[in-house]
C-alpha cells in the first residue's frame, strides 16, 4: 500500500497532467503576478490540501503561465 505523500503526489501529477488538455474556462479571479486573467486547470475537479478542509481546484495565468491553487 502506497503512503498518503505518495498517493498525493501521484494525484498531483493526474491533475498536471489534465492540465495539458487545451480546456479553458475563465476562474474568475486575476494572476497575482501579472493580473491576466486566470483559467482552472482542471474544471470540475477539486482537491483537498493537506493541512485544511476546504476544497482547492487548480488555475493558471494565460499569460505568464503562473500557477496556484484556489479554494473553490
Ligand atoms: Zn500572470
Redesign the pocket.
Known sequence: MKTLDEHNRERKEEIKKLGLEPIKENAGVL?P????E?YYLTPGLCFFEMGTTLPQTQVR??????EGSMTV
Open positions: 494572476c503576478k501579472c493580473q491576466a486566470m495565468c494565460s499569460k505568464c503561465m503562473y
